[in-house]
């Protein structure tokens, strides 16, 4: 098994080690890695009145995705175009193959999702295909994102925690099409641990108590409830030149507004929906 890194240089007789924070691990053109990657989401939407429930809907998706990663392009020390060779894509619940083994698929992130571009042998993937990766990875490139986000410049010892960046926070959720106000987000970074492997389990809780959707809602809206939750816990070498090894991601949303409707028998609907995502990634890296 590859181990996470070297020992961190500290008098015992002093003072407890201390690690760098660094989440985000730079990447060079031709550097290749064996993911595994399996996600979930499960979606719900129901409109209703007092009385009545109008419409309800649920959606549940699970997926697997196992594939050998090249790194095509590379800018600021972020992978800008990456080659995956398909081992497994597949539906967990109906065992139903998304892409068969040998396919190749070149993904180009992009700030917004709708602008990533996904080819699978040379030609657009698939709507499904591309909700599919949407669960197992981000489709989305923002160099610096977590060290902003989740990140300190001061090294920590085991069991040290930091608030997150609210500011940082806030600006990650526009770009998602939200927006928030500075004292609704709350949360911490844990350095929970030194692993066997010599990695640091990092762990991060955040609280979002309250959004906006940038997107108008109809005239005479209201907001009645919106909040997001977080938690993600990444295995990161000791020594910052190696890349992630392990990083697990579970977001809870819920989002409920009143809808206000032109009709005699009814003031309007409330439009409630809760969204459950959880993506857990293995990363080991292989020669060039």
Not at 19 to 24: A, G, S, V
Not at 32 to 60: L, M
Request: net charge negative; with cysteine; proline share 7%.
């Amino acid at each position: 098994m590859l181990a996470c890194g070297g020992p961190a240089a500290h008098d015992a007789r002093t003072a407890p080690p201390t690690f760098e924070i660094r989440l985000h691990r730079p990447s060079h053109v031709g550097e290749r890695w064996h993911i595994v990657a399996d996600g979930t989401q499960s979606e719900s939407k129901s409109t209703y009145t007092e009385q009545v429930v109008v419409k309800k809907s649920e959606k549940h998706q699970a997926i697997h995705f196992d594939a050998t990663v090249t790194a095509l392009a590379v800018e600021g020390g972020v992978v800008s175009r990456a080659e995956y060779l398909v081992t497994a894509f597949e539906s967990v619940k109906n065992h139903e193959q998304l892409l068969a083994p040998g396919k190749h698929v070149v993904i180009q992130p992009a700030p917004k999702k709708d602008d990533t571009v996904i080819a699978v042998d040379g030609q657009p993937a698939t709507p499904d295909v591309r909700e599919a990766l949407g669960i197992v990875m981000a489709l989305t490139r923002e160099p610096g994102d977590d060290d902003t986000v989740f990140g300190t410049h001061e090294r920590q010892p085991i069991g040290a925690s930091w608030a997150v960046n609210g500011a940082a926070m806030r600006t990650v959720l526009v770009r998602n099409g939200a927006s928030a106000p500075s004292d609704a987000i709350h949360g911490q970074v844990t350095l929970a641990s030194r692993t066997p492997d010599d990695c640091l389990d990092v762990r991060v809780d955040l609280h979002v108590d309250s959004f906006t959707p940038l997107a108008p809602l109809p005239e005479g809206s209201q907001i009645t409830k919106s909040k997001v939750l977080l938690q993600a816990k990444f295995a990161l070498p000791i020594d910052t030149r190696l890349s992630l090894r392990r990083a697990e991601l579970d977001v809870h949303t819920e989002f409920e507004a009143f809808v206000p409707v032109q009709s005699a028998e009814i003031a309007g609907v409330t439009v409630d929906s809760h969204t459950d995502h959880h993506r857990s990634t293995a990363y080991t890296p292989l020669a060039p």
